[in-house]
């Protein structure tokens, strides 16, 4: 018999003890929470509503990790995963909780991590489901390694919490097409001699595939991410042997990176065979997409974006002048074109912002400037022009925006902020500072775009208060 603890006493806790617990909710980072006598415990894998037998991995003074030795009764909310691989594969962490649930988790961690940041109770609207749930992820980054004894090459995505590699057949995540062009490079790729990334050790040649897809042209271009400084004959053989063989692929592309970094994609890539770019159309909207440019990887929920961002503009300012900073390809920028006397787009990475400047020329915009260069000096630049905007829209990475960044919107919007956001928590903190320096968020409207993962988007709306 398991010697089952009483854990009255939460001081009592500690690594290898077997506990019987119930989660109440999910968090940010895709564990279950679950509280003995207020003490957190954060279970891998575990559904709010399910009735646990746990084993302690690590206890300390403030929290414990737990993995699941035995569901005794499943939460309501408890699904079977579609994937077979799902257990092992760090892809996607929630496809054993029900959608609507997972929407439900998702703008529970929203409002909790506003609130507990700024202090403030923020409206936070119900989530935007994506209109796909599956083969939605226009964007693929795959890690190449190789077999000690075969050679033969794998590639996939990480298992959970490790760099082991799990070789991925199917992933229904992402277009299918993937899958086959995928199947087909890993055996002509070994064919010809091409070895797989060996991450301790710093050799091997190709470090990762990354795939750029065109939902509504249904083609792709592939990016070969190699440990190398030149392009070798064999990937050349290779790219033709893939363009012959796929009419989707538009063109095959070389990264050279061969420095040891955590950084996917350098920016140094080449053109081997085809186009280097995708054109994807939303609405009567057309979007050159180059190698190294940021574009969302779920184009329905990017539209889904775009347009709370343009809804809220359109009916709260006329004719406005609109700041699209850390724009990107200027995705932002042409989206608000027609609701806009005029659009600056702002945009440090020169492979995008010529993205943007096509991009214009495509959808025949006329009102949108794009200006690339150190994103800092632009914006002191339009602050010393004395240049104002009515609407700035944010849109950062992960980390957030810098406090300086902060300041520039501040100094330069006249009326509003916009802020889209793929972090909760840098989100609050970000809101917490604008709000103490005369900006009031009035709602947050969280869009999903990442399924069947912790990952949430966010559109935060923010006036000036006068």
Known sequence: MENIRNTQDNNKIKGGD???????????????????????????????????????????????????EEIIEPSPHRVKPFCPMHNVCGGCGWQHIDYEFQLEQKRNIVYETVKKITGEDIE????IPSLQTKTYRSKVQYPVSQTKVSKRLLAGYYKKGSHELVNIKFCPIQPKIIDKITEFIRQNAQEL????????????????????????????????????????DKFKKLSKKLMDEFAHIKGCLINYNPNKTNLIMSNDTRKILGENFITEKIDDKIFRISANSFFQVNISSARNIFNIVKDIIKNNYKNPRILDAYS???????????????????????????????????????????????????FEELIKNNDKFDVTVLDPPRKGCEKESL?????????????????????????????????????????????????????????KVV
């Open 18 to 68: 077997i506990i019987e617990i119930t989660p109440e909710k999910l968090v940010y980072e895709g564990s279950a929470l679950a509280k003995v006598n207020g003490y957190p415990i954060f279970i891998e894998g575990a559904c709010p509503q399910d009735k646990l037998k746990v084993k302690i991995t690590k206890a300390n003074k403030n929290f414990a990790t737990a993995v699941i």
């Open 407 to 463: 300041d520039f919107a501040i100094k330069l919007s006249e009326k509003s902020i916009i802020y889209v956001s793929c972090n909760p928590s840098t989100l609050a903190r970000d809101l917490k500072y604008l709000g103490e320096n005369g900006f009031k968020t009035k709602y947050i409207q969280p869009v999903d775009m990442f399924c069947h993962s912790y990952h949430i988007e966010s559109v935060a709306w923010l006036e």
């Open 124 to 127: 936070v609207k119900d989530v």
């Open 328 to 378: 990107g390809v200027s995705s932002f920028g042409i989206w608000l074109s027609d609701v806009a006397k005029e659009v600056v787009s702002v945009e440090e990475a020169l492979s995008a912002t010529k993205d943007a400047s096509e991009n214009v020329k495509l959808n025949n915009v006329t009102n949108l400037t794009a200006l690339n260069g150190d994103a800092k000096k632009i």
């Open 193 to 232: 001699g091409i070895s797989g990334y060996n991450e301790k050790l710093h050799k091997g040649e190709l470090k990762h595939l990354v795939y750029r897809y065109s939902n509504s042209e249904n083609e792709l271009i592939v990016i070969f991410v190699v440990n190398d400084t030149q392009l070798k």
